[in-house]
């Protein structure tokens, strides 16, 4: 799927840089369009309205410091530890959820 394809579904909108390549992901289950050099929080956040619920409540999270720092931008791999999406490279057929698995703690 390509980046045009996915404009205007998410909260962040590409304005530039739109000739790098396309790389392809999978945000629970759903295969997704982004672009080489995006991070984690930057793919997801293009084609989705938030990156996570919190797991302490209902709210949808976003990202917050985007540096690092807040934790507030931790995203669950499929078949792997969270990683900070603010500051993790996307990689092609990353496969990510936006909820804790169920056999998380």
Do not use: H, K, Y
């Amino acid at each position: 799927m390509s980046a045009a394809a996915n404009a205007g579904a998410g909260r962040l909108v590409r304005l530039a840089e739109v000739d790098r390549a396309p790389l392809r992901f999978f945000l629970d289950g759903a295969e997704r369009g982004a672009l080489t050099g995006d991070t984690v929080l930057s793919a997801v956040l293009s084609v989705a309205p938030a990156l996570r619920r919190s797991e302490f409540g209902p709210e949808a999270r976003a990202g917050f410091c985007l540096m690092g720092a807040c934790q507030d931008c931790w995203i669950w791999q499929e078949d792997g530890p969270r990683l900070r999406a603010c500051s993790t490279p996307l990689i092609e057929g990353m496969r990510l959820l936006s909820d804790a698995p169920v056999e998380w703690p």
